[in-house]
């Protein structure tokens, strides 16, 4: 949860604006909240009964100057995004190249984007709905756009985080809940941007949920500068351990429910009674469920990793690394080799993941969805930039299952 700098005894200060204001740290310094005694230009009422310092703001760690009283960071922090300075471009000129499809090959855009990376460790976060949080805690893995908690952890309100959702909903909501979890290896992620992404350029609105996809690799905002990512070919990745399930309330505080426990595969609540008014529009979970089992649920893809001579399921245990997936503590030997294991195939001339098998038909999901392949396959949007279809087993070609390497 957030406190204030009195409730806190912590004696961090920020400059921002020509002033200096006390602050609590966000995300390992990634944002700050800003606390006044007074009206200053861009904050609002703390929604917090009875604080002292009245006045706030969340501001990023781009926009802040020097700070006083900050620890000493106990991992590496994430790679910023970097604008290139010049008299005539600053971020206002950067931002509206982003929001231009057609400046998708820009230069200077480019440069801009290839600053955002994601390595080993990186923590990403991917906005939900109540229904699709549901769907998480019965075992969906995850897939689709997703963004690094460092670009976005300003965006603490249900309002605020409403641009990052990919579902078509809107941001009245009074709690918006998000799933973070840790990058195993960047060959996993992808920047949605050139011409292997351009189907998705032409989707028309009605075959498509959430904002559109420009193209550029940011997402679209007319007051925002995020970097977007998708998950490679839309794939599902492996649920690594401790990844966790939170809520933002309206008065901008985080609350982790819930925490993967890979050996159990389930989920254990961590949310105290005075939580869990927040999970009562999720449907189909009663908030007094200690832990929540998913391990029925068919898997689409998973990690295997090579320990003398033998493979074994594996678990990302970042960020101390991979390990076989085993119930006994002495079994979780760190493994030699590690990959992602996933089902690829041809249907209709289209590319496809494969998701489960049922009855002789496949539930495909299209790797690369255009407006084409979506009517030629009758794919339905499950969300921004997701396309899924049920196939006959028997009209299905080139059914493989392949193999993505880690480097370790």
């Known amino acids: 949860m957030t406190l204030t700098p009195q409730a806190s005894g912590i004696e961090l200060r920020v400059g921002y604006g020509g002033a200096v204001y006390p602050a609590e740290e966000i995300a390992r310094g990634a944002a700050y909240e800003l606390f006044s005694a007074d009206e ?50 600053g971020w206002a000129y950067v931002h509206q190249l982003s929001q231009q499809p057609g400046a998708a090959g820009d230069p200077t855009l480019t440069a801009v984007r290839a600053s955002a990376v994601v390595r080993r460790g990186t923590r990403m976060v991917k906005v939900l709905s109540a229904q699709q949080l549901a769907g998480y805690m019965r075992g969906w893995l995850p897939h689709g756009y ?19 959702r990919g579902d078509g909903g809107g941001g009245g909501d009074d709690v918006a809940y998000v799933l973070r ?17 351009r189907g998705l350029l032409a989707m028309p609105p009605r075959d498509r949920l959430g904002p559109p996809v420009l193209g550029t690799g940011f997402v679209p905002s007319n007051a925002q500068l995020i970097p977007e990512f998708l998950t490679r070919d839309c794939a599902d990745l492996p649920m690594p351990a401790n990844a966790t399930l939170i809520a933002y309330t309206a008065e901008g505080v985080e609350v982790v429910l819930y925490s993967y426990q890979a050996e159990q595969r389930g989920w254990l609540r961590m949310v105290g009674p005075q939580w869990r008014h927040l999970l009562t529009a999720v449907p189909g979970l009663s908030p007094d469920q200690e832990y929540l089992p998913t391990g ?15 493979d074994y399921e594996a678990v990302a245990d970042l960020p101390g690394g991979f390990r076989v997936l085993a119930m006994t503590r002495a079994a979780r030997y760190p493994v030699e080799s590690v990959a992602r294991r996933l089902r690829y195939a041809r249907w209709r001339d289209v590319p496809c993941l494969v998701l489960r098998e049922e009855a002789g038909w496949l539930r495909l999901r299209l790797c690369r969805p255009n407006p084409d392949a979506v009517v030629g396959t009758g794919s339905q949007c499950q969300e921004r930039g997701v396309y899924e279809t049920w196939a006959p087993g028997a009209e299905v070609t080139d059914d493989q299952v392949v193999d993505v390497p880690y480097a370790l």
């Open 296 to 310: 029925d649920t068919p898997r689409s893809t998973q990690l295997v990793g090579g320990y003398a001579g033998t």
């Open 181 to 197: 979890w840790r990058a195993a290896d960047p060959v996993d992620y992808d920047v949605p941007a050139g011409a292997a992404h």
């Open 40 to 89: 200053a230009p861009g904050f609002e009422w703390s929604p917090r009964p009875g604080p002292a310092l009245p006045w706030r703001k969340f501001v990023h760690v781009t926009e802040v100057g020097a700070v006083h009283g900050a620890a000493e960071p106990a991992e590496e922090p994430e790679a910023p995004l970097l604008v290139p300075l010049h008299r005539d471009r």
């Open 146 to 164: 997703c963004y690094r908690e460092h670009d976005v952890a300003h965006l603490r309100t249900p309002g605020a985080l409403a641009v990052l």
